[in-house]
């Protein structure tokens, strides 16, 4: 229980330079894959139970990551890394095209998991040209479009059979499988989408953008609904939906302290509901200010995105000599916080890899 009377005591680590960070938390995506005995990647490790099985939902955008590895950072082993769990991901898919959870409802798909294994069919075909992730990427977005209901919203085969408006991110999975298989269908869905989540928006706030109705959502949510609304609009040219992701990232801003510390949970008025910071959600709003200094030049994306992954790297452990946590990313901070309490979870890792990355393309 060390970590937990480290962070009760308030210990940060020294931050070192931005490379040092970056290596780290690589090397350990790099275990968490072959911490499995299948080709998946693991959930991640939890300081009550070590490392958890592969997490098919984030294998299929950590395949990006490791993708994006390979070609910036000429990283070979990341390459191979991509193109394995790729594979896997093809193995796993539920005859129907959807992706299931097997320790939820095996056999049975979900919603959200199946649009993010679709982001990774799609790159693996791109970088590949192999046919079976164009065919796999093709049935699972005929699936998701299958499921969504006539207003838009996802309630079937999606978290307590309820509409979550951070499903954006999977409309812009389909409308990236769209680019390399065009389907009529599968643009009218995600369209469709995107349109209902229009509604859920107020100020730069979200409805329904929780796990569960009622709750304030976590940043980790509120960033995946951002996102899906920011690369629609890239790929749509709709200057509604990079409308509606600029209010929302303007309205985060004014959440990020001097040190970086964002409140975890933050509710549909913009109310701060929670005394710890979700790391993960400090990442994925990294990200995204970090895309829109790139389109508009505006300082105040850079310095937020700075702050926020500063604060990251301060609670990330460089020093540690145990390898299940040398370089990994908390869920939460403290480490019994709400989000992933007491685990180092492995999308905490691949969005401050992605978000790094961007920055050194930035600086570069």
Aim: net charge negative.
């Amino acid at each position: 229980m060390g970590r937990v009377v480290r962070d009760a005591l308030g210990k940060a680590s020294a931050r070192q330079d931005r490379e040092a960070h970056l290596i780290a938390a690589v090397g350990w995506l790099k275990r968490a894959q072959a911490a499995t005995p299948d080709d998946g990647v693991s959930y991640g490790y939890s300081i009550r139970g070590g490392w958890r099985p592969s997490y098919r939902e984030t294998s299929g955008y950590i395949a990006i990551t490791f993708f994006d590895l390979a070609r910036q950072r000429q990283d070979s082993e990341s390459g191979a890394l991509a193109r394995t769990v790729s594979k896997w991901l093809c193995e796993v898919q539920e005859p129907d095209g959807s992706i299931a959870n097997p320790q939820y409802r095996p056999h049975t798909g979900i919603v959200f998991d199946t649009g993010q294994v679709l982001l990774g069919y799609v790159r693996a075909h791109r970088e590949t040209n192999d046919a079976r992730f164009h065919d796999a990427a093709v049935r699972a977005a005929s699936w998701l479009a299958g499921r969504i209901d006539p207003d838009g919203a996802w309630r079937r085969n999606t978290h307590l059979e309820t509409p979550h408006t951070y499903n954006t991110r999977v409309a812009w999975s389909m409308l990236e499988c769209n680019q390399i298989a065009p389907d009529a269908a599968v643009e009218s869905a995600a369209r469709r989408n995107l349109d209902w989540a229009l509604e859920q928006e107020r100020d730069g706030y979200f409805r329904s953008c929780a796990f569960t109705p009622g709750v304030a959502p976590f940043t980790h949510t509120i960033a995946y609904a951002i996102r899906g609304f920011l690369e629609s609009a890239r790929l749509l040219r709709d200057a509604r939906y990079e409308e509606t992701a600029v209010r929302a990232a303007d309205a985060m801003i004014e959440h990020v302290r001097e040190d970086g510390w964002i409140p975890g949970q933050i509710d549909e008025d913009g109310g701060s509901a929670a005394r710890y910071c979700c790391l993960t959600g400090n990442c994925q709003l990294a990200i995204i200010w970090l895309k829109l200094y790139q389109s508009t030049g505006s300082t105040r994306y850079l310095d937020a995105a700075k702050r926020s992954l500063g604060f990251v790297m301060e609670h990330q452990d460089l020093t540690t000599s145990n390898p299940d946590l040398h370089g990994a990313i908390k869920g939460s901070h403290p480490i019994w916080g709400s989000y992933a309490p007491l685990s180092y979870p492995n999308w905490a890792a691949k969005f401050f890899i992605d978000a790094l990355l961007l920055w050194d393309e930035i600086e570069s």
